[in-house]
Structure formats: structure tokens, C-alpha cells
């Protein structure tokens, strides 16, 4: 009975060495968590922009392979667990919104009045444009973000105006199928000009949006 016990300990003993040694041979394979700082930030309107296209879960996604943050800067008066619930809204994004403890879900809607995720009191009390433009340069600081590595996408040419206006250091893109008829002259160069079920209905595409963070800033 003794020798039984023995044995035991021993077969014991040795699985738990294995274990152990899985275990280190597994951490050592995949290394540390990646540290990298993030190569900046987009952010997208929620209405006219995300809601709509076909291609909008490739298009997050890919910015995050990319290392690019992936949030939202909308004016809704839906919440995000209505939002997350709609079959438009990219998997990928809902699962980044999480992971930063919702600080990159933004909705100005006075309804709401949410930067970081949080109830911001000091939103100004003006348009949606003036109101975006106030989170820009919060959200940007939140995040250890320049300003000139911000992707703003919007379908409204007066929000594109007021925060272009507001914090030219960022950039201010056109998204959505309204761009191809509403997109002012000054932004142009940047609106899209898409085919039929493009990402966003009409989005420029993930190259051309990390193409638009200053070169001196890409990894």
C-alpha cells in the first residue's frame, strides 16, 4: 500500500513538472503582451457613416491589424447597447469600444452628452459640429494621441467644417453615400468616391485613411 502511495507522488511529481514546463515553453513562444502605442485614431459619425455599406466590420478590422484605434464620435440618441445590437454595427468595433472601457464610444447627442464613455458636463452647448469638435482633442489626449495621427469621418459638410475649423490639426474625412452630392470643395481631395456596397456605402478605404496620418508619425 506504502509502495502505491509512493508511486503516486512520483507520477504526481512529474506531471506537475510537465506542466510546469508547458507552461514556460508556452509563455516563451508567445513572448510579452505587444506595447507598441497605438499609430493613431479613428473615429467614425454613427448615423449615415457606420450604419450603412456593406463592408464596414472589413474596414475596422483592418485598421486595427494596421494599429490603428477604431472608435465613434456620433450624434445618436440611441445607446450603445442599442447600437452593438443592430446587425450594421462591426463586431470588431464593439469589441474595441469594450476593451478601452468605452472610452472610445463618444456620443454627443445632448441626450446622451458622453466623451470617454463618461457624462462630459462641459460639452458646449452649440451644434453638433461645435460639440464634435470640443471631443476631438479630448478624446485625442485620452489616448496619448497627437492630434495630426486623428482620422475624423463624418456625412455632414457642416460638422466636417466645424471641427476642420476647429482642430485643423486633425483630419476630416467625408464617409457615407451623401458624400458623392454634399461634400464641400475643401474636402475633395479626401471625400470618397466610391462603387456600389463599398465599406461605408461610400468610405475611402483603410490604405487611404492610414494614408492620411502624417508620414513622420507611421510606424
Known sequence: MILWWVVGLVVFGALAALSVAVALTVTRTRGPPSTAPPRGIVLFDIEGVISVGSENGVLVAGLVEQGFL???LGS?????SELRSEIWF????AKGILDSGMRLFNNVHPSHN???GARDESLPN???GARKAYAVPVIAASFGIPLEA???VDDSAGVLRAVGAQVPAARVVCGGPSCKVT??????AQSCVCPTN???GCCPSREMLASLIAPSLKS
Not at 462591426?90 to 468595433?93: C, N, R
Open 70 to 72: 477604431v472608435g465613434v
Open 76 to 80: 445618436t440618441d440611441a445607446s450603445f
Open 183 to 188: 461634400a464641400p470643395d475643401s474636402f475633395e
Open 90 to 93: 462591426p463586431a470588431a468595433l
Open 150 to 152: 486623428v482620422v475624423f
Open 114 to 116: 458622453l466623451v470617454l
Open 126 to 128: 452649440a451644434g453638433e
Open 198 to 200: 463599398a465599406a461605408l
